[in-house]
């Protein structure tokens, strides 16, 4: 049982927006960072988002987060093949959880 | 470029100590900017951090792991090590070291460990 919560799946077609949902609580999502990464099948995961909503160098702008209260979201536009992969959420937890603590992951599935 | 690099046994025992090194090229593991972390992941599962540790000798841990994990480092061959004792199937996964920055921005490549008799 993950202390943030992901959907397990999530699905589009080519070039269209899909969003990853993240829940968590106060005292980790309500008062900390969100981190997201993608997993590409049989990889490392790689860091997508940093501090909410920040790309790192070389990560396109059709990825994007979000942050509000206790949830946060992962986007992405312009979906494409390639982005099939697991994506997991991450943030830092202030309660005896912590103090790094991941979502379960879902795995988007491009259509 | 900075590169990570498990090292250790694919396979343990049922009650006894896993051992990994995660070896650092490329960069200093002493930079005053960075922690460094061990994060696992079972078959066809999620991941799950373990611990992380400061050049300094620093560290935190999962509370759930705690009581069986130690993390330590060796600045002068730029490494750092995991030990997890009183290992089970449950502990069999891909076990990662990443450098946390903003977030785990560089990750190794894992390296499998199975718990079997």
């Known amino acids: 049982q993950s202390v943030l919560t992901q959907p397990p799946s999530a699905s589009g077609t080519p070039g269209q927006r899909v969003t990853i949902s993240c829940s968590g609580s106060?005292?980790?999502?309500?008062?900390?960072?969100v981190y997201w990464y993608q997993q590409l099948p049989g990889t490392a995961p790689k860091l997508l988002i940093y501090?909410?909503?920040q790309r790192p160098s070389g990560v396109p702008d059709r990825f994007s987060g979000s942050k509000s209260g206790t949830s946060a979201s992962l986007a992405i536009s312009g979906l494409r093949s390639e982005d099939e992969a697991d994506y997991y959420c991450?943030?830092?937890?202030?309660?005896?959880?912590?103090?790094?603590?991941f979502g379960g992951g879902t795995k988007l599935t491009v259509l | 470029q900075l590169q990570l690099q498990e090292s250790g046994p694919g396979l343990v025992k049922p009650s006894e100590t896993l051992s990994l090194t995660c070896t650092v090229s490329?960069?200093?593991?002493?930079?005053?900017?960075?922690?460094w972390g061990w994060i696992r992941q079972p078959p066809g599962k999620g991941l799950e951090w373990i611990g992380s540790?400061?050049?300094?000798?620093?560290?935190y841990y999962n509370p759930s792991l705690k009581s069986r994990v130690t993390i330590s480092v060796d600045t002068s061959k730029n490494q750092f090590s995991l030990k997890l004792s009183s290992v089970t199937a449950a502990d069999t996964a891909v076990y990662y070291c990443?450098?946390?920055?903003?977030?785990?921005?560089?990750w190794g490549q894992g390296t499998m460990v199975t718990v079997s008799s």
């Open positions: 540790i400061y050049y300094s000798g620093s560290t």
């Open positions: 490329g960069g200093s593991i002493s930079s005053s900017s960075y922690y």
């Open positions: 991450a943030a830092w937890d202030d309660s005896l959880s912590g103090p790094v603590v």
């Open positions: 106060s005292s980790n999502i309500g008062s900390n960072y």
């Open positions: 990443a450098r946390l920055y903003l977030g785990f921005d560089i």
């Open positions: 501090r909410n909503n």
